[in-house]
Nanobody
Framework: QVQLVESGGGLVQAGGSLRLSCAAS???????????MGWFRQAPGKEREFVAG????????LYTDAVKGRFTISRDNAKNTVYLQMNSLNPEDTAVYYC?????????????????WGQGTQVTVST
């Protein structure tokens, strides 16, 4: 079993930046047969939505349109960690951000329910 622990959330003013981290423990990615990692978010009263995903090698990335050009996902497989650099934050980005680990990046937009999840980290953007 893989455990995911997110960190880096907090309160920031509009236009500011935050960097989220998600550390995986338990097994290495490849030995568990897991290849992709991603970030999802859930705002109050809304369903969980896809934000960004990255393949095992890091060569393939996906972003939801709302964050393209502002957020960057990256990973360090030696540290079993995935990052989400968030710039130019706005109040609409306020949500609990969840780390996700699954077999393939291809299902991230169509199947937000799959894979393993962290406990989430709160991001609040003030005006």
């Amino acid at each position: 079993q893989v455990q995911l622990v997110e960190s880096g959330g907090g309160l920031v003013q509009a236009g500011g930046s935050l960097r989220l981290s998600c550390a995986a423990s338990g097994r290495t990615f490849s030995s568990y047969g897991i290849y992709a990692m991603g970030w999802f978010r859930q705002a109050p009263g809304k369903e969980r939505e896809f934000v960004a995903g990255i393949s095992l090698s890091g060569t393939d990335t996906l972003y939801t349109d709302a964050v393209k050009g502002r957020f960057t996902i990256s990973r360090d497989n030696a540290k079993n960690t995935v990052y989400l650099q968030m710039n130019s934050l706005n109040p609409e980005d306020t949500a609990v951000y969840y780390c996700n680990l699954r077999r393939t990046i291809a299902t991230m937009t169509s199947r937000p329910d799959l894979g393993s999840w962290g406990q989430g980290t709160q991001v609040t953007v003030s005006t």
